[in-house]
């Protein structure tokens, strides 16, 4: 079975500081592992994703996650936020499956 | 490019009345999904489709049916509208375990 937890349902930050939302997950598979995002009144938009290979994965927009197995999260960043990045951030896990599950969500707020 | 079309985007029902959501992908993926989105839940699926003739129960299957038409089309009915349904129902697909997951934009339902 797979789950996911997302520390923290509201995130702000200001503007040029850095973004850090974070991903916890559980899998009793080796995961495959999402970022989406979601802007005001629309659907969800891939930002990146870890499936194998090299653990830090650069996704869109300047994002970028670490897979840490020890640690099993898969923490979202980006060194400088934009106004733009406002908006809901969703983590994923899928395992072998064809389920696929997502955390609550986490919005963020960036200050100007 | 269409990706994942839903229909229709917002409805009104009264308790009791049924509908049907639809969905269709062009993209030839085998698996289908439809989720449902309310505040501070996140997304949580309510039923999906593997494969083409094959349906399996998600997490908050109860008071929903889907039909799996053909690869590219998976409707979701609501047979008996009761306020609780109203929510924001998001239709996705995807080829192949580990892939990707695409969505369409959402259909905003509201039961009262």
């Known amino acids: 079975a797979q789950s996911v937890t997302q520390l923290g349902s509201h ?37 990146l994703k870890y499936t194998t290979g090299a653990t830090l994965v650069k996704g869109i927009n300047g994002f970028e996650a670490e897979f840490k197995k020890s640690e099993t999260s898969f923490h979202l960043t980006k060194p400088s936020a934009h106004m733009s990045d406002a908006a809901e951030y969703f983590c994923a896990v899928s395992g072998i499956g064809n389920q696929f599950y997502f955390g609550t969500g986490t919005s963020l707020t960036v200050i100007p | ?29 085998n698996s289908m999904y439809w989720y449902r989105q309310d505040p501070g839940m996140g997304l949580r699926l309510i039923y999906y489709s593997a494969s083409e003739g094959t349906t399996d129960k998600g997490e908050v299957p109860n008071g929903y049916n889907v039909s799996r038409l053909n690869k590219r089309e998976f409707s979701l009915r609501l047979e008996s509208a009761a306020p609780s349904q109203t929510s924001v129902y998001f239709c996705a697909s995807r080829k192949a375990s580990g892939n990707t997951i695409y969505f369409g934009e959402g259909s905003w339902l509201t039961v009262v």
Do not use: I
Request: hydrophobic share 35%; with cysteine; aromatic share 10%.
């Open chain 1, 11 to 47: 995130v702000s930050v200001s503007e040029g500081a850095l973004v850090l939302l974070r991903c916890n997950y559980s899998s009793s598979v080796p995961p495959y592992l999402f970022w989406y995002v979601q802007y005001p009144n629309q659907g969800l938009q891939l930002l």
């Open chain 2, 1 to 29: 490019n269409a990706g994942v079309t839903q229909t229709p985007k917002f409805q009104v029902l009264k308790t009791g009345q049924s509908m049907t959501l639809q969905c269709a992908q062009d993209m030839n993926h």
